[in-house]
């Protein structure tokens, strides 16, 4: 329902901000030579291909098409403007100049436009696909610790409490990141995560101290090899 509303008042927009465009042109110029007709098209064009980008992102908002680090609509949204501003300045000066000089230059224009969308849209699944496994090394953090923070809800001992915290505080300023170099870190963790569990379920209070300080040296093993990594 969000994403018809949306769909709707971004075509209402568009179509407002064309028929104000329409106004102001054919209102401020009385000469309508070839070079005019040639900057309104090129104009109208690369107008539609941002409508496209736009419709794009509306239909999926999940949608990470970018260039450079810089998403598809603001770039759009950057050519539209570029183009507005030199279909303009030729419509100006329309009987002085160049036909094939205002075919070259905006041709070129909407052809660097239709290149970068291109290549922002098939670049589209990698930077999902990093997203997704940043999400689910943030996840694998997160979760880690969300078990440590239950097990000081439960905890009674001082000395305990005193080593869970001091493990949520390495876990929680961990690196989210991973690499293959600490893999072999990561699994140790889980494995001694598990451990950690079992011996505070059974009231092995020693050794659940001496599994918080195995995690705990893991972790800043772990977070010293990723920033030797970097």
Known sequence: MNIKKNATMLALIYLVILIAYNLVVFLAFNQFTTVFWISYGFMLVIYIIHICCSV????????????????LLSLSTFFVCAEFFCS??????????SVKVAILIQALL??????????????KDTVESIDNKIREN???IRGINIDIEMLMQRCSSADVMTELKKLSETIKYSD???QESVSMQENMIMQNMIELRSAFDS???????EVCQTINLLFI???KKLMISK
């Open 176 to 178: 989210p990141m991973t």
């Open 203 to 209: 009231g092995s209070m020693d050794r659940v101290k």
């Open 221 to 223: 093993e772990r977070n």
């Open 110 to 123: 909407i052809c660097a436009f239709i290149v970068i969308a291109i290549i922002s849209v098939a670049t």
């Open 138 to 140: 943030v996840n694998f």
């Open 88 to 97: 303009l300045v030729f419509m100006i000066f329309q009987t002085q100049a």
């Open 56 to 71: 794009l992102a509306i239909r999926d908002m999940s949608v990470k098409a970018l260039f450079l680090g810089i998403p």
